[in-house]
């Protein structure tokens, strides 16, 4: 009965609350953004890491080796002699080692020349069909499969370079397998062969591609390793060795850099939001006294009374929280492709934790303070005093 009269009253009154619900909206939607994005941001760099202890390729900027050979996000430093890099896969330090080729793609999904190890190491499992046995054949990752509608057996052109239409599509690719979803970059990547990179590219007439390969995927044996071979890789060779978990740590450290900003921000928003709704609750009460004194004489109590000016707020902070999880969700769901990630790394809008749960138990909580902060001047009022002055 409270709960219902109080949603009339707060639809009767809603413009009164409309600042409120505005600032709660932006405050916990930007809240929410960022935890979540952060979250799903830092176990997807986490997922993706697989194990892998090194990443050797050509000279240049660590961190983008990192992002384009582990994380497909970037472009490649450059190519690598295939030789060269089997001496360090063959070190008696090493336990496994992938080689990649990439640096194609296909309608924007990036087709990645490897071995059968690489699905291995994030446990992928083939739905249908199997894994390639010739060269020109390929496994789809889940997500490529469905936003493309390819099925075993069909056939398709990659085109040259990482962006879709880059350069005029060549290699005729066939489909012989799709993976299961995964939850990790597998999702996202045509995979093959080693040598279908390099048929594809020696057939355009470059042959300086035949033998060599983007980056090289390695594993350790003993911890031991991480102490010898980047440093001895970096400094005798012409290669580069990057260790992804000093990469990804400056990552995790830039993304906190980020968030922390944008969650202040959003915290200065809530506080403003939590001030509105005490100088509402003060304000209601004021312009109201004559209606809350004609409801304690009709017989409601004093609780009674207090419950229905804490229910109104809680109404108002109900709907606020559930403007921000909306506007926060859509963010999340449109914002991969704004900022132009794409079908790589978007986000999950619609998955909700104990973050959500807490933050609205909270937004209630608070909403039912600011009416039992005026608890007392409701509890002195002068019935008779406000009916005779009305009469």
């Known amino acids: 009965m409270i709960i219902k009269l109080a949603w009339r009253n707060w639809r009767y009154r809603w413009w009164q609350h409309a600042l409120s619900i505005l600032l709660l909206i932006l405050g916990i939607g930007l809240l929410l953004l960022v935890k979540e994005s952060q979250r799903q ?51 008696p330090l090493i336990a496994e080692a992938v080689p990649l080729a990439y640096g194609d793609a296909a309608k924007g999904f990036r087709i990645v020349g490897c071995n059968y190890r690489y699905p291995e190491w994030y446990a992928a499992e083939l739905a249908a069909g199997a894994y390639w046995k010739n060269n020109m054949e390929v496994v789809l990752g889940a997500r490529v499969a469905e936003s493309l509608q390819l099925k075993i057996g069909d056939q398709f052109d990659g085109n040259h370079g990482l962006d879709q239409g880059d350069e005029e599509e060549h290699g005729h690719y ?15 990547l045509i995979l093959c062969s080693v040598g279908s990179v390099w048929a594809v590219h020696g057939h355009e007439g470059n042959h300086e591609a ?9 594993k350790y044996k003993t911890p031991r390793a991480a102490l010898m071979l980047p440093r001895t890789i970096n400094e005798n060779t012409l290669l580069q060795a990057a260790a ?31 001030i509105s709704l005490f100088v509402q609750s003060w304000q209601g009460i004021q312009n109201r006294l004559d209606e809350l004194a004609l409801m304690r004489s009709f017989g409601l109590s004093k609780l009674k009374l207090v ?60 909403a039912k303070f600011a009416v039992l902060a005026q608890a007392r001047k409701l ?7 406000l009916l005779l002055r009305d009469a």
Request: proline residues 3%.
């Open 41 to 91: 941001a830092e176990a997807k760099l986490e997922r993706n890491l697989a194990g892998i202890d090194l990443v050797i390729g050509a000279k240049g900027s660590p961190l983008q080796l990192i992002l384009s050979a582990i994380y497909q996000l970037d472009a490649p430093t450059g190519n690598i002699p295939l030789k060269e890099a089997q001496r360090w896969a063959n070190h």
């Open 244 to 274: 992804p978990a000093i990469e990804i740590n400056r990552v995790y450290f830039m993304l906190e850099g980020g968030s922390k900003s944008l969650s202040w921000i959003a915290l200065a928003l809530l506080g403003l939001s939590l």
């Open 379 to 385: 509890y002195r009022l002068d019935i008779p005093d």
């Open 210 to 218: 035949e033998g060599e390969i983007s980056a090289l995927l390695l």
């Open 307 to 366: 419950q229905l000016l804490a229910w109104e707020n809680v109404w108002t902070a109900l709907i606020g929280f559930l403007g921000a999880e909306l506007m926060a969700r859509l963010l999340l769901h449109f914002g991969g492709n704004w900022m132009g990630f794409g079908a790589a790394y978007r986000m999950e809008a619609w998955h909700f934790s104990n973050f959500d749960l807490y933050l609205a138990m909270a937004c209630i909580a608070i």
């Open 174 to 188: 066939t489909v012989t397998g799709i993976l299961k979803p995964n939850n990790s970059v597998i999702d996202q």
